[in-house]
């Protein structure tokens, strides 16, 4: 007897289907992300105020965020639909090249996300309780 594969799940498919339409959006997040570092460092050379600073810190933050969902969203995309349901399925697709490329690219990102939010983000001094 011949064991067929079972089919994807129409939930597999709508995950699918939606981290598709993310990753499709990489490159224009990832310009996204540089015009904000870009605002961010010319607000630094320029001597902004501190409540500039921390709000353009807030958006390279935002910006940051959003191409390393994308960039996750992308790598799962490379492993399939399959991938969202069979685990054996997707360990296998995480060795392949393509998606070995997005996990690095993701992994940096969120490195670099991380490494923001804890030195790249001014903070303001809080309000004395009264």
Do not use: N
């Amino acid at each position: 007897m011949i064991l067929k594969r079972d089919r994807v799940s129409p939930a597999a498919l709508a995950k699918y289907d939606a981290d598709t339409d993310l990753a499709e959006r990489f490159e224009t997040l990832l310009e996204h992300a540089r015009q904000a570092e870009q605002a961010l460092h010319d607000a630094q050379a320029a001597g902004a105020d501190d409540t500039d600073l921390h709000r353009l810190g807030m958006d390279l933050d935002g910006a940051l965020t959003d191409v390393m969902r994308a960039a996750f969203a992308a790598q799962r995309a490379q492993i399939g639909p399959r991938g969202y349901e069979d685990r054996i399925y997707r360990r296998k697709a995480m060795a392949t090249p393509p998606v070995r490329a997005w996990t690095m690219e993701a992994e940096r990102l969120l490195t670099l996300r991380e490494s923001h939010r804890l030195t790249g983000i001014v903070r303001l001094p809080t309000a004395p309780a009264v």
